[in-house]
């Protein structure tokens, strides 16, 4: 755990509320749209989850709010934190890489991993990505390109996709 406190900034979104977690170095930890923020703290790894934290403007927040405004890259130059295995590691800055508008299936992205066969390890990459909206892993999509799952439900992942579409 972290000795510090880490900082939360709630950013109302047209999606709903979006909870956004940092470290003192202003690195996304976590994010999610939610109002229970231990929800969104429980998907930080436990080596970077904070005891503590105190609510505070963030650089994902502000991010977060011109992305909403439209400016998709906006997300981009925001540092986040995560941690795990090297493929995990590895998955999760080629997710960054995802353009929007461009989604990947779950076996394009095992492909872009060099794993073409990896496609469940690919599906879980996504599914442990704890700063969502910051590592876009609503950007991968079913071979058929129906949605599959999203931590933070459907209805989000479908919002983000066209909204990125629509640019």
Known sequence: MQDHAARIERVET??????????????????GWSTDE??????????????????????????????????????????????????????????????????LSYREFAAALGAPSAVRAAASICARNAPALFVPCHRVLRADGTLGGYAWGTDIKRALLAREAAR
Do not use: F, K
């Not at 047209?14 to 994010?31: C, E, F, K, N």
């Not at 925001?78 to 998955?91: K, Y």
């Open 14 to 31: 047209p999606d709903g509320p979006l909870i956004v977690i940092a470290d003192a170095a202003d690195r996304v930890l976590a994010t």
């Open 38 to 103: 231990e929800a969104v703290v429980r998907r930080i790894h436990p080596s970077l989850r904070p005891s503590s934290w105190v609510p505070a403007e963030t650089a994902g927040g502000a991010a977060a709010r011109a992305y909403y405004a439209g400016d998709l890259a906006a997300i981009d130059g925001v540092a986040a934190l995560q941690r795990g295995t090297a493929l995990q590691e590895a998955g999760w800055a080629a997710l960054r890489g995802i353009a929007p508008g461009e989604p």
